[in-house]
């Protein structure tokens, strides 16, 4: 039996990240959309982003509509959380 049978029939699945670079400023967009495992800081303007790709867009639409977020945890990010999505 091969690894990725065991997955099945354990009812298990893979994490998927994906890695991609953006400008502080888009921020806000992939904080709406994603998931975000972790933010790592290039510099003052670029931040790498480490996104599970595998969750359906429909859990992240319950997720958002569920979960609060003060904008405490990212103060030091100019963002503002408080506009409509």
Known sequence: MHLNQLYVVFGRSLDQIQTINIHISDLKNYLLKNVIDNIIELNDKILV?????????????????????????????????????
């Open 49 to 85: 982003l480490l996104i599970k790709t595998n969750i359906p867009p429909q859990v992240i639409k319950e997720l958002n509509a569920t979960v609060s977020i003060s904008g405490k945890e990212f103060e030091r990010y100019p963002i503002s959380f408080n506009s409509k999505r």
